[in-house]
T-cell receptor
């Protein structure tokens, strides 16, 4: 039972173009969403987050959009750089529910940015 | 100066053995976690400890036991290893139990790749 879904296992983008990574969730109690970036042989590192009270959060080249009615969020990277090549995990949290603030992760999307 | 460190990075062992994975964080965080990334690439919570108390114990076999000698350490001990235990195990920490109160969520270690043969 996947509560957080990343349906695209991989994405290939040309350097300088926009990368759009998508994430869907099923639990309407989720109220905080995060994106993590993971390089091979390393642990995931925090990238950007968004609270359910917002629909957009921007940090430099990274922007996360949240559509609560569709239970969908996306991560935009503009412009994409070769160093952005990594696996991106979407994660969600139910802050006050039974999960005790535990993060639920998607399967990840492998982004390849080609020079 | 690594924030969350795990040892060993790689572990190859035979079925039936008992092994431990160590984790230490120097961030002063209150809560630590163990996650398992299986062959399907899902990152699934196994345990979390808040101030030395077990907070979450998901449906993990009791062959797995977390041990926390102090707030900065959360070790994972596995008894009677099975082939299906092969995975990458990640330790993580967060400032508080309510990870989302911090914008950074969790800080992860680099993972331990366990291979059971």
């Amino acid at each position: 039972d996947q509560q957080v879904k990343q349906n695209s296992p991989s994405l290939s983008v040309q350097e300088g173009r926009i990368s759009i990574l998508n994430c869907d969730y099923t639990n309407s109690m989720f109220d905080y969403f995060l994106w993590y970036k993971k390089y091979p042989a390393e642990g995931p590192t925090f990238l950007i987050s968004i609270s359910s009270i917002k629909d957009k959060n921007e940090d430099g080249r990274f922007t996360v959009f949240l559509n609560k009615s569709a239970k969908h969020l996306s991560l935009h990277i503009v412009p994409s750089q070769p160093g952005d090549s990594a696996v991106y995990f979407c994660a969600a949290s139910d802050r006050y529910g039974g999960s005790q603030g535990n993060l639920i992760f998607g399967k990840g999307t492998k982004l390849s940015v080609k020079p | 100066d690594t924030a969350v460190s795990q040892t060993p990075k790689y572990l190859v062992t035979q079925m039936g053995n008992d092994k431990s994975i160590k984790c230490e964080q120097n961030l002063g965080h209150d809560t630590m976690y163990w996650y398992k990334q299986d062959s399907k690439k899902f990152l699934k919570i196994m345990f979390s400890y808040n101030n030395k108390e077990l907070i979450i114990n998901e449906t993990v076999p009791n062959r797995f036991s977390p041990k926390s000698p102090d707030k900065a350490h959360l070790n994972l001990h596995i008894n009677s290893l099975e082939l299906g235990d092969s995975a990458v195990y990640f330790c993580a920490s967060s400032q508080t139990l309510r990870a989302v109160t911090s914008n950074y969520g969790y800080t992860f270690g680099s993972g331990t790749r366990l291979t059971v043969v």
